[in-house]
């Protein structure tokens, strides 16, 4: 018999869920018996409710939401309960692969279309386009089918073989290609880029388990062609695996040199220190870090300030100072808990307090790219030093050695940009839906292409049959971001992320002003001066961190 959906089931389940997470995170809850005694009740509960209410219920989903309100009661942003279909998105994430054909896929209009192949999987090496739009797989339709269903489909042992049968723009008959699985790995170098005057340039996107040997082999790529100094961009980098944020610290520092002290309620204090002897000592190094910069990317940005070797431009990060476990549960479902946090070498946290990295996220200035743009009060922030003799400050987030802040939203731009993201459904789909279209009616798209009024017109249109209310005098107004949002996704289409880096390096600030100074400095102690965060003249003899007023 088909399960029953009650419209007040929303609310038992709310209920259901604050009422656990409170009950079992009272202060008397301590001993086992007490808790299989309340694990009993709660049990009972829910039985009572499966087999009484008086309308049919999901049990299932009272049961992960009342794990979900006992996590959330904790008040800790990056504590959850992860069922066994977001923990494999999140494993993909954090390893770096999977078995499947190599594209990404967008829902457009009711078909699976192809947003981007993975550059050297199969898909991409059979043909696959973007825009293509994905008809039958195995023979059989998958009209109306949503991304889940596709992804499922798609992925599978490597060595087996898949029958993709798409539409293509301008192709009457449906063309089909016949790809084999393997195993995808999705990078986290997207590319290397060298720049003028022997500057290199390495954007990272997230630490999982292959970004050190990434990293490595790209600066050694770049040196092979002459590089002398490098700018390592970790602006959209949200963390990763802790282990490969120490490895890639490693690079930078002497041997025995401490790169982060984790600190848990229940063990000794853990020090991880550099293992190898200097891989690039003579390299001047600028790190970019913004708001959206954290976890992993933090303990690099804090380890190389706090030893005086690369100098940090951008803005504030976003203060996740805090470590997650992850605890395997039945059905293939994982507890990703807090169970501490880290400090740098000269014993910084830079943990925001509860949800205020959430905040800074939502109240921060943000910038024409929409990245968040905080310059902190630093009045009351902890003072210390690093080994060179310079100011660091502790508190939310690593504060870089030189503000340097993009363009951002006026207050009348901000407005509209939130009214229109509040209103349309599923903006970021209909953004990538518009770019995919736009790539299909401009085959031989050049790089310098302009984005109309005429286009923004034609997005406020798709955004309009999403469900959007918001007038095209109120959109238009937000014109600026708009349109470099949208001819941004456009390039990554046609050119990937280089092409995409090509064409927004010119409104690139903070990657302006790191080019303008590694350009004038030979070391990295002159670019320290140059940029106004000079080394002291006496810094502390053993050449670690100096101490600082914050806590220890």
């Not at 509960?45 to 989903?61: A, L």
């Not at 690093?386 to 207050?411: C, E, F, K, M, N």
Request: hydrophobic share 45%.
């Amino acid at each position: 018999m088909k399960k029953a959906r009650s419209a007040r089931l929303p609310g038992l389940v709310f209920i259901v869920a604050v009422v656990c997470g409170g009950w079992f995170l009272q202060s008397d809850i301590g001993s086992g018996s007490n808790m299989y005694f309340h694990a009993r009740v709660l049990d009972e509960v829910i039985r009572h409710i499966e087999n009484d209410f008086v309308e049919e219920v999901d049990v299932d989903e009272l049961y992960e939401l009342a794990i979900n309100g006992l996590v959330g009661q904790l008040e800790d942003p990056n504590s959850r309960f992860l069922p066994a279909t977001a923990w494999e998105e999140e494993r993909i994430r954090t390893q770096g692969d999977y078995a499947g054909v190599g594209i990404e896929v967008i829902n457009l209009d009711g078909f699976i279309t192809v947003s981007a192949p993975i550059p050297e999987t199969p898909a991409a090496r059979a043909g696959m386009r973007p825009g293509d739009r994905i008809v039958e797989v195995d023979g059989e339709s998958v009209e109306g089918w949503v991304h889940d269903q596709a992804v499922e489909l798609l992925r599978g042992r490597p060595g087996t073989s898949v029958r993709i049968g798409v539409r293509r723009p301008g192709v009457e008959r449906v063309i089909t290609f016949e790809v084999t699985r393997a195993l995808i790995h999705v990078p986290s170098v997207p590319f290397a880029a060298m720049l003028e005057g022997g500057v290199g340039y390495i954007p990272l996107l997230i630490f999982n388990r292959t970004t050190t040997r990434e990293v490595r082999a790209a600066i050694d790529s770049l040196a092979a062609e002459g590089m002398t100094s490098l700018i390592l961009d970790l602006r959209s980098n949200r963390g990763g695996l802790l282990t490969e944020g120490v490895a890639l610290t490693d690079l930078f520092l002497d041997r025995g040199k401490p790169i982060v002290e984790i600190r848990s309620r229940s063990a000794e204090p853990e020090a991880f220190v550099a293992m190898r002897e200097h891989v690039y000592p003579e390299l001047p190094v600028v790190v970019l870090v913004e708001g959206i910069s954290a976890s992993a990317a933090e303990i690099v940005a804090g380890a190389l300030q706090d030893h005086d070797r690369a100098l940090l431009i951008g803005a504030a990060t976003y203060g996740k100072g805090s470590v997650q476990s992850l605890f395997e549960l039945p059905g293939g479902n994982v507890l990703r808990l807090t169970t501490a946090r880290w400090f740098t070498p000269a014993g910084r946290s830079i943990e925001r307090d509860g949800n205020a990295g959430t905040a800074l996220l939502g109240h921060a200035p943000i910038t024409v790219q929409g990245h968040p743009a905080e310059r902190p009060d630093l009045g009351d922030k902890p003072r210390f030093t690093s080994a060179g003799g310079r100011l660091l400050h502790g508190g939310g987030g690593i504060v870089p050695d030189l503000w340097v802040l993009q363009d951002t939203l006026t207050s009348g731009e901000r407005a509209a940009l939130d009214e229109i993201l509040a209103s349309a459904n599923g903006f970021f789909a209909a953004l990538q839906n518009w770019a995919v279209n736009y790539l299909g009616e401009h085959p031989d798209l050049e790089p310098g292409f302009v984005v109309t009024d005429a286009d923004l017109e034609s997005f406020h249109a798709a955004l309009q049959e999403r469900g959007g209310e918001v007038s095209l005098e109120t959109f238009m107004s937000a014109r600026n971001t708009l349109a470099f949002r949208l001819g941004s996704e456009v390039a990554l289409l046609a050119w990937d992320d280089l092409g995409r880096f090509r064409r927004t390096r010119g409104d690139d600030a903070q990657l302006g002003r790191a080019l303008e100074l590694l350009l004038a400095a030979e070391n990295q102690a002159e670019l320290f001066a140059l940029a106004g965060s000079p080394l002291a003249a006496t810094a502390p003899a053993q050449g670690a961190p100096g101490s600082g007023d914050g806590p220890r």
